[in-house]
C-alpha cells in the first residue's frame, strides 16, 4: 500500500510546486499603481516617480504613479487601505501618515494597523526657505523680522509634519507666524520664488531645484546635524533654538493583510534599486537622503513616531483641525 501511494504523493508535490512558483513569480502580472497621496511636482511624487523609471528595465509591468491629493494624504492612503492586498496597489507615503490621526479631527483608518509596511525609503530633512527679496537673510534676522511685525510672516507648509516644524519653531521663539498650507512643495516653492509667500518648511527635495536659481535661500534645516545637500546652512539649534531635531521620512505600504512572501519579493524589488550605484547618485541629485529599511524597522520607527505625537498632542503642541 505504501509503495502505490508515494507515487501519487510526488506526483502531487510536483504538480503544486510549479503553481506555488508560479504564484510568487506571477507579480506584477499587470501595471502597478503607486498611490501618491500628494500633488504632483512635490519631493515624495519626485521620488516615487525616479523609482518607477529605475523598476522599468528590471520588472515585466510598469509602475505607474497616480496623485490622489486631498484630506492631507487621507483620500489617496484611504484608496489602498480598502485595495485588493495582490501586490498591484501600493502607497507612497511620508511620515505623516502617522501623525494625522493626532491632527485631523477624524480619520476613516488605523495609519498603522490597515496597512502592510514594505519599507522605509528615504530620510526626509525639513529646510526652511525664504526668497532672497525678503527683508531677512537669516533665521535669527526672520524671528526678529517677525517679532517686529506680528502675525504677518506666514510659514508655508504641505503637510502635519512641516505645519508642525513651523508652528514648534514659532512657539519656541515666542512669535506668531501663521502656518500657511499647501498642495505640495512645488507649489510651496513657486510662492516663495515669486515673493508671495515669506517662508516655508519643505523637503531637500522640493528646494533643490531652486537653489542655484539665486532666488532662494535656505535660513535653516530642521534636524540636529547639517544636510550634505545644503552644507552651509546652519541647523536651528546653531541658532539658537536648543534641542531642535525634527526630521521625517519617506515609506511605502500596501494594502492590509498582504501575504508575507510577496511583501517580501516587492520589499527586495525596491531594494535593489535603492542598493544601485547609478540610483544612488540619482538620489544625490535630487537632493534625496537615502535611508532604506526593511519592513520591521519601518514599523517599529510607526510605533515610535505614534508615541512621540501621541505625547505631544496630550502636551498640547498639537491640535485636531476643527
Known sequence: MTLRRRPVLFAAAALAMPRVVAAQSAWPSRPVRVIVPYAASGGTDILA????????????????????????????SEAVARAEPDGHTLLVVVSTHVMNRYHLPSMPYDAIRDFTPIAMLTRNTMVLVSGTNQPFDSLRAM??????????????????????????LARRAGVEMPDVAYRSGGQLMNDIVAGHLPTGWTSTVSAMPHIGTGRVRVLAVSTATRTPYFPDAPTVQEQGIAEFDLSGWVAMLAPPRMDPALAATIAGTVQRVFDDPQFQQRLVALGVERDFRPAPALLEAMQRDDRIWAAAAQAGHIRPQQ
Open 143 to 168: 524671528i526678529d523680522h517677525a517679532k517686529a511685525n506680528p502675525g504677518r510672516v506666514g510659514t508655508g507648509s504641505t503637510e502635519a509634519l512641516s505645519s508642525f516644524v513651523g508652528q514648534e
Open 49 to 76: 516617480r525616479a523609482l518607477g523609471e529605475a523598476l522599468r528595465p528590471i520588472l515585466p509591468q510598469p509602475f505607474v504613479v497616480e496623485n490622489r491629493a486631498g484630506g492631507a494624504g487621507v483620500v489617496g
